[in-house]
C-alpha cells in the first residue's frame, strides 16, 4: 500500500448502532497513525495519536485499534449519536519525515 | 494555550489573479507548520510544510508557493490563480515527530471564477 485508504467513503446509521471504520497505510518505516474528527464548519481535532503495535485506545464512546505490521487500524463507535455524525480521517506518519499523509475520509452520518 | 489564526476566512478571486493567505500561531515556538487543500469532494492533501523559518517543503508541483519569513507565521502565494485552486484551505501546527498531533485553523475557503 502506497497510499493512505479509508473505507467505507461513507456510512448512514441509526441513532444506537454501532459502527466501524477502515484505515489502511503503508507499513514500512510506519512511525504515528492519527485520527481526527471533523465536523461541518469546523476545523478537524485529533481523536488519537497511535505509535504502537497492538495499541488501543479510548475516548468515551470511541475507540480505536492499531496494527502496524499489517498496516491497518479501526475506529469504532459504540451507540452511535446525531452529534457524531462528521468526516473521520486517519493520517500516517514515517520516520523518516514531519509530513502526515492524509487519507480521504470516511463521512458518517447518524440519524435521529 | 496555543492557537492559530488563518485570514481571510473567504475570498472569491478572478482567474489569473494573485493569492496570499495568511496563517499564525500564538503560544508556542518553534513550531512545525502545513498547508493543506480540500478540493470539491477530495480529501486533504499536504501542499507545504515547514520546519523551521524559511525552510520549506513542497509536496505538489502547482502554481502556489509558501513563505515563512517568522517563526510564527506561514504565508500561502500564487502569482496568477487557476480555476483547479479553488477549495478548503487549512494550515495546522504541530510540536515536532509524527507522534505529536496537528492543530489546525479555522480554514479558507477560496472560491477562483
Same mark, same amino acid.
Given at each position: !500500500?502506497?497510499?493512505?485508504?479509508?473505507?467505507?467513503?461513507?456510512?448512514?446509521? =441509526?441513532?444506537?448502532?454501532? $459502527?466501524?471504520?477502515?484505515?489502511?497505510?503503508?507499513?514500512?518505516?510506519?512511525?504515528?497513525? %492519527?485520527?481526527?474528527?471533523?465536523? $461541518?464548519?469546523?476545523?478537524?481535532?485529533?481523536?488519537?495519536?497511535?505509535?504502537?503495535?497492538? +495499541?488501543? *485506545?479510548?475516548?468515551?464512546? !470511541?475507540?480505536?485499534?492499531?496494527?502496524?505490521?499489517?498496516?491497518?487500524?479501526?475506529?469504532? !463507535?459504540?451507540? &452511535?449519536?446525531?452529534? +457524531? /455524525?462528521?468526516?473521520?480521517?486517519?493520517?500516517?506518519?514515517? +520516520?523518516? &519525515?514531519? *509530513?502526515?499523509?492524509?487519507?480521504?475520509? $470516511?463521512?458518517?452520518?447518524?440519524?435521529? | /494555550?496555543?492557537? @492559530?489564526?488563518?485570514?481571510?476566512? $473567504?475570498?472569491?478571486?478572478?482567474?489569473?489573479?494573485?493569492?496570499?493567505?495568511?496563517?499564525?500561531?500564538?503560544?508556542?515556538?518553534?513550531?512545525?507548520?502545513?498547508?493543506?487543500?480540500?478540493?470539491?469532494?477530495?480529501?486533504?492533501?499536504?501542499?507545504?510544510? /515547514?520546519?523551521?523559518?524559511? =525552510?520549506?517543503? /513542497?509536496?505538489?508541483?502547482?502554481?502556489?508557493?509558501?513563505?515563512?519569513? =517568522? +517563526?510564527?507565521?506561514? @504565508?500561502?502565494?500564487?502569482?496568477?490563480?487557476?480555476? &483547479?485552486? &479553488?477549495?478548503?484551505?487549512?494550515?495546522?501546527?504541530? %510540536?515536532?515527530?509524527?507522534?505529536?498531533? =496537528?492543530?489546525?485553523?479555522?480554514?479558507?475557503?477560496?472560491?477562483?471564477?
Amino acid at each position: !500500500i502506497l497510499n493512505v485508504e479509508q473505507s467505507p467513503q461513507s456510512l448512514h446509521v =441509526q441513532e444506537g448502532d454501532s $459502527t466501524n471504520f477502515t484505515c489502511s497505510f503503508p507499513s514500512s518505516n510506519f512511525y504515528a497513525l %492519527h485520527w481526527y474528527r471533523w465536523e $461541518t464548519a469546523k476545523s478537524p481535532e485529533a481523536l488519537f495519536v497511535m505509535t504502537l503495535n497492538g +495499541d488501543e *485506545k479510548k475516548k468515551g464512546r !470511541i475507540s480505536a485499534t492499531l496494527n502496524t505490521k499489517e498496516g491497518y487500524s479501526y475506529l469504532y !463507535i459504540k451507540g &452511535s449519536q446525531p452529534e +457524531d /455524525s462528521a468526516t473521520y480521517l486517519c493520517a500516517s506518519g514515517t +520516520d523518516s &519525515s514531519y *509530513k502526515l499523509i492524509f487519507g480521504s475520509g $470516511t463521512r458518517l452520518l447518524v440519524r435521529p | /494555550s496555543q492557537t @492559530i489564526h488563518q485570514w481571510p476566512a $473567504t475570498l472569491v478571486q478572478p482567474v489569473g489573479s494573485p493569492l496570499s493567505l495568511e496563517c499564525t500561531v500564538e503560544g508556542t515556538s518553534n513550531p512545525n507548520l502545513y498547508w493543506y487543500r480540500q478540493a470539491a469532494g477530495r480529501g486533504l492533501q499536504l501542499l507545504f510544510y /515547514s520546519v523551521g523559518i524559511g =525552510q520549506i517543503s /513542497s509536496e505538489v508541483p502547482q502554481n502556489l508557493s509558501a513563505s515563512r519569513p =517568522q +517563526d510564527r507565521q506561514f @504565508i500561502l502565494s500564487s502569482k496568477k490563480l487557476l480555476l &483547479s485552486d &479553488s477549495g478548503f484551505y487549512l494550515c495546522a501546527w504541530t %510540536h515536532g515527530t509524527p507522534s505529536y498531533e =496537528q492543530y489546525f485553523g479555522p480554514g479558507t475557503r477560496l472560491t477562483v471564477t
